[in-house]
Structures are given as structure tokens and as C-alpha cells.
């Protein structure tokens, strides 16, 4: 090795070092903000009926009167019997920012087949995490609020491990065994994926369908298991769309307050929505460097993988244009069933869809624009472009918005500390309609739903009903 290569070698370890201990000092942070993390509007509703219905009781109400989100009925009433819900509500938030970078560490060691260390894998994954954070519609409800994290960043996370689990069975998974443990862990994952939310349901049956489709078109070996998977998912949807549930909460929507478009003027302004919306996560110069990065990694293998006789082969094409199509088609069921862009807890399965398909996409368009013209291995871009991914990512919105939450953080769990002090207090002195103080600037990164003066509100309704009093409203509280 060349001084000036062992000089260029040195300095990129020292900017992975820097890389790591940036992104693992964002993810403790998050981490650490989870313990000013209180309980509001759903989480009220569940633990209520959980209480009054039991485990079971409460599954077949959830059900029948609201949604065939069975999972979503499962976890959080799972989660409500599992004790105070004050006390036990950090630990979601804690266990989902974890396991998002336990799942993005394990997809990345499915696809790199044992060609990448395990520290490695693990820096990358929670490289992707801090991605994710970075551009996530809306933090509080992804992780912060179980009616939002529950609902979607559960199957966000089980997605990205499937996809795990079928780059695995696709590439380096040998025995009957180790295949049907595969198939075994797909199909449970699949289960829970879909009876989380629609668009997750859209999502992976979108993929179970294209794989069993490619697999029988090609013949694979996998063909059976793809198919497999598919019809169980098929199963899993008519248990989910079915629900009675959910044709009383459609129905509901005809009387509810909220500004709905009319059909004509949500068909002409969905194209635009979602275009804006590309645009303001392409502004994330953290996807530019980082994919800049694994172009230039991934050179050696992509040569072999997308030309032959020295010619780009253009049916690697199709991932992008379907990656975009798909985009398209999740951001459009706001639209047709609100009239209205998806809410930004949905539009964090979105943002999945796009982060997944962003790295593939970009180096197949790379490589069909300038790959023929240009090498594409130069890696003396890769300093500049890890201090531009380091500089993006602790810049980037959510992320500053999590440094200010820190001492937020803390001025708001005292608030809400006392807010419950003066709904026991007055239960103690028997009072029914309880009166509390409001919360002076809440901190956006954990703050979901505000109460309202107007007792008769949804969720001032879901807080009376957990503390079994007649009303709960916003003013000033008597001592």
C-alpha cells in the first residue's frame, strides 16, 4: 500500500469513528427522550376498555365497533393489562428505536452474505435508523405515541426484518430446515404486518405478490414458498378488511368535522402532493452522501450484476419505475378514502418504501446514466461525502428538534406529572367534573394530542372514561 493510500485509509477510519459515535450519540438521545414520554388521546381509550372488557372481551369490541386492525388491537391492549400505564409507557418508544436498528442491521447482513464485518453491519444499521429519524412525517407518532407506533412502526419494523428473512431465502439459505424456519418466521411476520394498518397491508402484499410472480415466471426454486406466503397473506387481509369494525368507522367519516377535499379538487392536487413530498425528502443531502458511498463500495459487484458484453442490461430498470409507482399508490389511498394526504404517522411507511428503494434505485439509474462513461470507484469521494453524511444528519430538523426536547423534555413531564396530581386530588374530594391546567410549549418530539376545553372532545371523552369521572376538561384547575 502506497503512503498516500495508507494516508487516505487512516483518515477514513478516523471519519467512521466520527460517523459512529455521531449517529450512536442521536439514537441514545432519542432513547433517553423516551422517559419524558406520557401517556394521551388513544392510549386513554385502549387501557379503558382493556379494563372494562379484559384481553379477550376487548380484541372482539376493537373489532366489531372500530377497526380489523387486529394487531394494532392486540399490542395495545396487550400493553394496557400490562400494568400502570404511566409507568410502564417509556419502554415502546425504547424497544421500537432499537429493534429499528436491530432490523436494519439484520437487512443489511442478509444482503452483504457475509462480505461485511459485524461492526460493520451494526454501524450501518444504525446509520439507517438515524436516516429514518431523520425523515419520519412526524416523530412523536411514530414512536412516542403507541396509538401511532403500535399501528405503524411496528410493521415497519417486522417489514424490514421479512425483507430479511427473503433476500435470505433467496441467496444463502441451504436445508429443508433452515427453509422452513425461514418460511415459518415470513409467515408470522406477514400475519402481524398485515393486520397492523392498510398501507402495510398494501405494501407487503405489493411485494409477496411481485416476488411470487418473478419466482413462477422464472421458475426459482422459491416459487413455492413465495406463493405460500402470498395466499397466507391473502387469508390475513380478509380477516383485516372484513372487520365490521371498520364499515362503522368508514361510515363515520361522513359526520366528522375535519376539512375533506371534494373528489375533483384531491384528484388534481395528489400528483403535486407527492411530488413536493419526493422533493423535500431529496433535499436530505445524508441519502445523497450515503448513497454515494455504496455506489462506490458496490462498484466491483455491480459490474458483474448489471452489464453484459460490456452493455448496461435495462430490465434492472423496472426497480425504480416500480419503486415509484408504489410510492405513488400508498400516498393515493389518503386521497381516495379521506380525500386528503395520508396522516403523517401513515406517511412514515412511506418514507420506509422510499429509504428501502432509495440505495437500489440510485445505483441503477448511476450506473444506466454514467456507467458506461465513468468509473464509478473513485474513492476519494468517500471522505468528503461520510463528513457531509455526519454534517446532514445532526442538522437535520428532527433531529435539532430532539436537542431542544431534552430540557423540553423534562419541564414537560413535570406538567403532566402534575396535571395527574390535580385529577387525583380531585377525585379524592369527589368531584366528577375535574378542571386541569393546559401545557405550556410542549416538546414537538413526544408531544401527540392536545386536550381540549370542550369536554366533550374525543379525547378529553377517552381521559374521563380511563379515570372514570364524567368530565376532564382545559382551564384553571382549583387546588
Known amino acids: ?110 444482503i452483504a452474505q457475509g462480505h461485511v464485518s459485524k461492526a460493520s453491519v451494526l454501524l450501518i444499521g444504525v446509520v439507517c435508523t438515524v436516516l429514518f429519524i431523520s425523515g419520519t412525517p412526524n416523530i412523536a407518532q411514530t414512536f412516542y405515541w403507541p396509538g401511532g407506533s403500535f399501528t405503524y412502526q411496528i410493521p415497519n419494523v417486522l417489514l424490514i426484518f421479512l425483507l430479511g428473512l427473503l433476500v435470505w431465502r433467496e441467496t444463502t439459505a441451504i436445508g429443508n430446515n433452515t427453509r422452513i424456519l425461514i418460511f415459518s418466521l415470513s409467515s408470522l411476520l406477514v400475519i402481524i404486518i ?21 419466482a413462477l415466471w422464472a421458475r426459482r426454486n422459491s416459487r413455492v414458498f413465495w406463493a405460500g406466503l402470498l395466499l397466507i397473506a391473502i387469508g390475513a387481509a380478509l380477516v383485516s378488511v372484513l372487520a365490521p369494525g371498520n ?4 361510515a363515520s367519516l361522513d359526520n366528522v368535522t375535519q376539512f375533506r377535499l371534494t373528489p375533483t379538487l384531491a384528484i388534481l392536487l395528489y400528483p403535486p402532493w407527492v411530488g413536493l413530498r419526493l422533493l423535500y425528502w431529496l433535499s436530505n443531502l445524508g441519502l445523497w452522501a450515503s448513497a454515494l458511498i455504496l455506489l462506490i463500495i458496490t462498484f466491483p459487484v455491480a459490474k458483474t450484476w448489471f452489464y453484459s458484453d460490456g452493455n448496461f442490461k435495462r430490465s434492472f430498470l423496472i426497480f425504480p419505475v416500480l419503486w415509484i409507482i408504489m410510492i405513488f399508490v400508498l400516498n393515493g389511498i389518503g386521497f381516495l378514502i379521506n380525500r386528503y394526504p395520508l396522516p403523517d404517522r401513515a406517511e412514515s411507511v412511506v418514507w420506509l418504501l422510499f429509504l428501502l428503494g432509495w440505495y437500489p434505485s440510485f445505483i441503477i439509474l448511476a450506473h444506466f ?6 468509473l464509478l470507484d473513485d474513492r476519494r469521494l468517500i471522505q468528503p461525502a461520510i463528513v457531509l453524511l455526519v454534517i446532514s444528519l445532526l442538522g437535520a430538523p428532527n433531529i435539532f428538534e430532539a436537542y431542544k426536547d431534552a430540557y423540553r423534555g423534562r419541564r414537560y413531564a413535570q406538567e403532566l406529572r402534575d396535571r395527574l396530581a390535580t385529577i387525583q386530588a380531585a377525585k379524592n374530594r369527589g368531584e366528577t367534573e375535574i378542571v386541569v391546567g393546559s401545557i405550556s410549549r410542549p416538546p414537538l418530539t413526544l408531544f401527540t394530542a392536545y386536550l381540549e376545553t370542550d369536554p366533550e372532545n374525543f379525547i378529553n371523552q377517552c381521559m374521563s372514561e380511563y379515570f372514570e369521572v364524567k368530565s376532564i376538561k382545559l382551564g384553571s384547575p382549583t387546588k
Open 1 to 110: 500500500m502506497s503512503t498516500n493510500n495508507a494516508k487516505r485509509f487512516s483518515v477514513t477510519k478516523v471519519l467512521i469513528g466520527i460517523l459512529a459515535f455521531a449517529v450512536i450519540a442521536v439514537l441514545v438521545l432519542f432513547i433517553a427522550l423516551s422517559f419524558f414520554d406520557y401517556p394521551s388521546a388513544d392510549d386513554f381509550c385502549y387501557a379503558a376498555k382493556a379494563r372494562q372488557f379484559g384481553f379477550i372481551g376487548a380484541q372482539a369490541f376493537w373489532y366489531e365497533h372500530w377497526s380489523g386492525r387486529y394487531t394494532l388491537n392486540f399490542a395495545y391492549t396487550a400493553f394496557s393489562l400490562s400494568g400502570d400505564i404511566f409507568k410502564i409507557y417509556h419502554y415502546p418508544p425504547i424497544i421500537l428505536l432499537i429493534s429499528t436498528w436491530l432490523g436494519f442491521s439484520f437487512l443489511t447482513a442478509k
Open 194 to 214: 398485515i393486520g397492523a394498518n392498510e398501507i402495510s397491508l398494501l405494501l407487503t402484499g405489493a411485494i409477496l405478490f411481485l416476488g411470487a410472480v418473478y
Open 247 to 250: 364499515y362503522q368507522r368508514y
Open 369 to 374: 446514466t454514467v456507467g458506461r462513461k465513468i
